[in-house]
T-cell receptor, first 110, second 116 residues
Framework: QKEVEQDPGPLSVPEGAIVSLNCTYS??????FMWYRQYSRKGPELLMY????GNKEDGRFTAQVDKSSKYISLFIRDSQPSDSATYLC??????????FGAGTRLFVKA | DAGVIQSPRHEVTEMGQEVTLRCKPI?????LFWYRQTMMRGLELLIY????????DSGMPEDRFSAKMPNASFSTLKIQPSEPRDSAVYFC??????????????FGEGSRLTVL
């Protein structure tokens, strides 16, 4: 079993839709949770960062962590074609080793 | 800031040949990571360095893989001999690890390796 599980998709939605992306993890020691966005043929870039449980909002993006169920979510409101990318969840315990999910490919159709 | 710089961007080689990938981290960052990305396995951590010292190389798939960081501004990942299953995109990332260890990773654009 992988430490971080993520459905690779692809996920296709119309412009303006609310997008929900999810991951589960197995190690209860994970404390730091991130979402990276990766455009085609580019390296991943940090989108959102959360420590422990709770919600964090940044514009159209909301990251949510539920440590009791080991569940990580990213919500995108009013999705735009420019949001089309691969979204990777990631986590670490506070050390050096960041573990990534497989990434979900998102397509937002105009 | 120039960001993390990787070279070459693309490499096509034949099975059995030696491959060397290069990385220049962001100035001032003290941690460097090599990841490999494939469709089947996603983004896998191969090795990471802190202050130029290898900390964990448990992700290096075989003895054919080796990595060095001779100074704070340069690292190499070498595959010798290369095999077709090594075909992947290899990413280098750097970060500044401080307390409480948030450490955003800054990735380069990757080196796309094809082994025929």
């Amino acid at each position: 079993q992988k430490e971080v599980e993520q459905d690779p998709g692809p996920l296709s939605v119309p412009e303006g839709a609310i997008v929900s992306l999810n991951c589960t993890y197995s190690n209860s020691a994970f404390q730091y949770f991130m979402w990276y966005r990766q455009y085609s043929r580019k390296g991943p870039e940090l989108l959102m960062y959360t420590y422990s449980s709770g919600n964090k909002e940044d514009g159209r993006f909301t990251a949510q962590v539920d440590k009791s169920s080991k569940y990580i979510s990213l919500f995108i409101r009013d999705s735009q074609p420019s949001d089309s990318a691969t979204y990777l969840c990631a986590t670490h315990t506070g050390g050096f080793k960041t573990i990534f999910g497989a990434g979900t490919r998102l397509f937002v159709k105009a | 800031d120039a960001g993390v710089i990787q070279s070459p961007r693309h490499e096509v080689t034949e099975m059995g040949q030696e491959v060397t990938l290069r990385c220049k981290p962001i100035s001032g960052h003290n941690s460097l990571f090599w990841y490999r990305q494939t469709m089947m396995r996603g983004l896998e951590l191969l090795i990471y360095f802190n202050n130029n010292v290898p900390i964990d190389d448990s992700g290096m798939p075989e003895d054919r893989f080796s990595a060095k960081m001779p100074n704070a501004s340069f690292s190499t990942l070498k595959i010798q001999p290369s095999e077709p299953r090594d075909s992947a995109v290899y990413f280098c990332a750097s970060s500044y690890r401080d307390s409480p260890n948030t450490g955003e990773l800054f990735f380069g654009e990757g080196s796309r390796l094809t082994v025929l």
